[in-house]
């Protein structure tokens, strides 16, 4: 059994649908735009009906061809899990009517009704801090969307209770021998020659660029990122964790602005890059000097700092330094939408310092989707590294990870695209996916932005 919680995140996101390229695959990668899809939902007063504040944060779908005929679900892809499930329950009563229909939305997968279906009888259990599955184990092929490619006998679970989600989550972390006793989705990739290594590249994009975000297993985007990749050694599991996640070491966090520059005390440590969680968690001296000079408040109820959204400005940036790389991020990227009037504001961070409810407390920073919006992000767990260049959007040129790795290739874009989240994306892509050479491939993804009411941390 597997045991896994999810420290609160503040809650909600615009929804709006976005058409994009279709998933294509070539020269050993399969890349996936990503869309945007928005909603929002409130926290309210406790002792009244009308909204406190009205909080953005996003997560990332994929949909997935499953079985023979192939079933169509979508799942939210995140890099702080290892396992695929799919199936959640639609009619659970902690869904509210708006969550109910996205789920029931996203589809479902019968494997009694797939030819090519094996149905275990053992499966796992993930306990999150909101919300549990329960799923069992079954094999089938997943074929990607307008092509005859396809891989077989892929494992995942399918749910057979859930509560308090409304989602499946296809996990991208370490899989067989690792994390798992079973491939996974990044293994099975690479075991039946659909990409060359264990990597992917991701680039979130930002909400106010459409379609700007892309995916590439197996591949890069040279045109999505300015200035040269810089690898890093992952880091090996941190505090009491025993499994691997992406650690990556983290040199130092900074503001820079018209009037000068500061580094905050503190930021030098192990983090976690996880697509899973909408904000970033950083230790306590850094939040309490980055509130401060926004003059920000914390709110309990709502889980995040909350501050006036003329304070962010696009002259200012919140700086995170690796070795050999720093990625800078516009404050106006930095904090989170709080309100319909676009008055107030979130702090995209909180503290990484969480207390269970026996009174132990536990520290693990991360750096969500507010970090990850202007990165350049190649996970390669194959090489052991994750390589960071600053985001950008000029265009497409896509492309192969070799064998090698990718430290020191160069960005198409210039150095005045590197912190633009409004560049123009390419209107390129190709209409219909290419088989590449190998001799399968994976599966169909579109993506959108849904909900996730949390951050993954495993126990």
Not at 87 to 107: F, I, M, N
Not at 289 to 310: E, K, P, V
Not at 343 to 350: D, E, K, P, S, Y
Request: aromatic share 8%; hydrophobic share 35%; proline share 4%.
């Amino acid at each position: 059994m597997t045991f896994k919680k999810w420290l609160p995140a503040v809650l909600a996101v615009a929804s709006v649908a976005i058409a994009g390229p279709t998933p294509r695959s070539d020269d050993r990668f399969l890349s996936f735009p990503v869309q945007h899809k928005q909603r929002v939902r409130s926290i309210g007063k406790r002792d009244a009906d009308v909204p406190l504040y009205d909080i953005a944060e996003a997560s990332y779908l994929v949909e997935l061809s499953i079985g023979t005929p192939p079933q169509t679900v979508k799942v939210a892809i995140d890099t702080g899990s290892d396992e695929l499930w799919v199936d959640p329950t639609c009619s659970s009563r902690d869904l509210s009517e708006e969550e109910v229909q996205e789920c029931e939305d996203d589809g479902s997968y019968d494997p009694s009704t797939s030819s090519s279906a094996t149905i275990f009888k053992n499966g796992s259990d993930i306990q999150y801090g909101i919300g549990s599955v329960t799923f069992r184990y079954v094999a089938d092929t997943i074929a990607l969307t307008n092509s005859s490619a396809s891989v077989s006998n892929a494992q995942f679970g399918v749910a057979t209770a859930t509560e308090q989600l409304n989602e499946g989550i296809l996990g991208l972390g370490w899989g067989n021998g690792v994390n798992l006793n079973y491939s996974n989705f990044v293994d099975v990739l690479a075991e039946q020659k659909v990409t060359n290594s264990k990597a992917f590249s991701v680039a979130l994009g930002t909400a106010g660029a459409a379609n700007g975000g892309i995916i590439i297993f197996g591949g890069i985007d040279t045109k999505k990122f300015t200035g040269s990749l810089v690898s890093n050694k992952m880091l090996g599991p941190q505090g009491r964790e025993v499994e691997n996640r992406y650690w990556i070491q983290m040199n130092s966090v900074g503001f820079e602005s018209s009037s000068g520059s500061k580094t905050y005390s503190g930021g030098d440590i192990p983090i976690v890059l996880d697509s899973g969680s909408s904000l970033s968690y950083l230790p306590d001296s850094v939040i309490t000097a980055m509130a401060a000079d926004f003059s920000a408040t914390y709110d309990r109820q709502a889980g995040l700092y909350i501050l006036q959204c003329s304070a962010a400005t696009q002259s200012s940036n919140v700086s995170f330094a690796f070795n050999g790389i720093t990625i800078k991020i516009p404050m106006t990227d930095f904090v989170v939408a709080a309100d319909a009037s676009g008055q107030l504001c979130g702090l995209g961070a909180v503290s990484s310092t969480t207390t269970s409810s026996s009174g132990q407390t536990d520290s693990t920073a991360l750096l969500g989707d507010t970090f990850l919006r202007s990165a350049y992000v190649v996970f390669d767990q194959t090489q052991n590294t994750i390589s960071l260049a600053q985001y950008a959007n000029c265009g497409q040129n896509e492309q192969s990870i070799p064998a090698g790795g990718i430290s020191g290739v160069s960005g198409a874009c210039g150095s005045s695209s590197s912190t633009s989240s409004s560049s123009s994306p390419s209107s390129s892509s190709s209409s219909q996916p290419k088989n590449a050479a190998a001799s399968v491939k994976y599966s169909a993804f579109s993506l959108a932005i849904p909900l996730v009411a949390g951050l993954l941390l495993k126990l």
